[in-house]
Nanobody
Framework: VQLQASGGGLVQPGGSLRLSCGFS????????IGWFRQAPGKEREGVAC????????FYAGSVKGRFTISRDNAKNTVYLQMNSLKPEDTAVYYC?????????????????WGQGTLVTVSS
């Protein structure tokens, strides 16, 4: 499985960014794709995840209502729309896949990872 995350950058507090994760090589019909982030000196944390087929989503409490995860199966791409960004959202963001379609936001449940994309929220 190959994953490629993109879309990071510098944005002011209150601004928006959309991250994209293109993936290929996945042979299962049912799986989870998640977005995770890791800030300097902090543990990696789950942000959001989505089921490959029924679109069920799950969000961390810190981003619920501000971030939206979505998927385009035809393009093998998952998006993370991030609105009302805060300085504490600054981190390297990663996308990952899990063969366990019941997986939630524990990074240990995910087996394949893309390289990260840096999001910096600062004035």
């Amino acid at each position: 499985v190959q994953l490629q995350a993109s879309g990071g950058g510098l944005v002011q507090p209150g601004g928006s960014l959309r991250l994209s994760c293109g993936f290929s090589g996945f042979t299962l019909d049912y799986y989870k794709i998640g977005w995770f982030r890791q800030a300097p000196g902090k543990e990696r944390e789950g942000v959001a995840c989505i089921h490959s087929r029924d679109g069920t989503t799950f969000y961390a409490g810190s981003v619920k209502g501000r971030f939206t995860i979505s998927r385009d199966n035809a393009k093998n791409t998952v998006y993370l729309q991030m609105n009302s960004l805060k300085p504490e959202d600054t981190a390297v963001y990663y996308c990952a896949t899990s063969p366990d379609y019941r997986a939630t936001l524990s990074w240990r449940q995910y087996t394949d990872w893309g390289q990260g994309t840096l999001v910096t929220v600062s004035s």
